[in-house]
């Protein structure tokens, strides 16, 4: 099962960096016992909200990895990747 051989899921997208060049924003998911047991009662919508708690244990959602580029100075606003429908944006 997905559930038990889960260690992390890593997701990418390159943003234009300021002065050129790209950057990694990156989503990770940790297979954590609490994010194992969601996977395997099939509470998926709750994904999100374990990736947002969960940053002692080196989780973060694209949203966060955006607004920390945003913070340090990498990227600026006109840089960030388009959001789908329905998606909160990174306030600056």
């Known amino acids: 099962m997905l559930a038990e051989s889960l260690e992390a899921v890593i997701a990418q997208t390159l943003v234009k960096k ?7 924003a990156c989503e990770i998911l940790v297979g954590a016992p609490a ?28 949203d966060m990895a955006l ?3 945003l913070k ?8 960030m990747p388009p959001r789908p429908a329905g998606m909160a ?4």
């Open 18 to 24: 300021k002065g050129g060049g790209r950057v990694a």
């Open 35 to 62: 994010v194992r047991n969601l996977i395997r009662e099939a509470k998926l919508h709750q994904l999100l909200s374990m990736m947002q708690t969960g940053q002692r244990l080196g989780m973060q959602t694209l």
């Open 67 to 69: 607004a920390d580029l």
């Open 72 to 79: 340090r100075g990498l990227i600026d606003q006109s840089a």
């Open 89 to 92: 944006g990174v306030a600056a």
